[in-house]
């Protein structure tokens, strides 16, 4: 059973350089996501993307970006790393019916130094 | 400020003890979900509350979703330590296109 698979599971990487978290979905699901999670912080929402083809920004999209050219996968970039960025990285799809839940990648813990 | 409150933020007690975890916001939501996360995974769903009032139960978990829709509680009885995680709560804004919105997080450790 596969769901979400993310890579790197994690990473160091040093300030200024361009990273790229890869995410995976198997499900068929429309809406993936990605979330940053922080002590204290919990989880909160970077981009999304309701359906192959378009995306939207979160309530901390700034640094990131993302593509969404099919159904299955979803990578985030971070264009120029900054310290702020170190987190734990999580991907997460659904399908796009009534409450259905979010189904979650295992993560990707990146350090920025 | 976080749109959802999560109190308390740690938790520990011992084994067979009750508890009770809250979710609180001066927003309403037309839903609410409750997730546990373990170490080094992504949460998982455990609940969805949709009815002002709704309670469900999962075995030990009980889960409430409060009459006006703003908070939710989530109580434990004889905790064991599989119980052990990180509970998070998650609501839509009712009548908003905004996406789920995550609370801070209860993490909880349950000692033998």
């Known amino acids: 059973i596969a769901g979400i698979t993310q890579a790197p599971t994690s990473q160091i990487l040093a300030a200024g350089r361009r990273m790229t978290l890869r995410c995976t979905q198997d499900?068929?699901?429309?809406?993936m996501y990605w979330y940053r999670q922080d002590l204290g912080l919990g989880l909160r929402l970077i981009h999304y993307?309701?359906?192959?083809?378009?995306?939207g920004k979160g309530e901390v999209p700034d640094g990131y970006s993302v593509s969404r050219a099919n159904t299955d996968d979803f990578p985030l970039t971070l264009a120029s790393a900054v310290p702020s960025q170190t987190s734990v990285y999580f991907c997460?799809?659904?399908?796009?019916?009534?409450?259905?839940?979010?189904?979650f990648g295992n993560g990707t813990r990146l350090t920025v130094t | 400020t976080q749109l959802l409150e999560q109190s308390p933020q740690f938790l520990s007690i011992q084994e067979g003890e009750n508890l009770t975890v809250y979710c609180n916001s001066s927003?309403?939501?037309?839903?609410l979900q409750w997730y546990r996360q373990e170490p080094g995974e992504g949460p998982v769903l455990l609940v969805t509350v949709v009815t002002g009032g709704e309670v469900k139960k999962l075995k030990r978990l009980t889960f409430q979703f409060g009459d006006a829709r703003k908070d939710s509680s989530l109580h434990i009885t004889a905790a064991q330590p599989g119980d052990t995680g990180l509970y998070l709560c998650?609501?839509?804004?009712?009548?908003?296109?905004?996406?789920?919105?995550f609370g801070s997080g209860t993490q909880l450790t349950v000692l033998p």
């Open positions: 997460a799809s659904r399908e796009t019916v009534g409450n259905s839940p979010l189904h």
């Open positions: 927003s309403v939501f037309s839903s």
């Open positions: 998650a609501g839509r804004i009712s009548g908003s296109a905004r996406q789920l919105t």
């Open positions: 499900m068929r699901h429309n809406a």
């Open positions: 993307s309701n359906t192959a083809g378009t995306t």
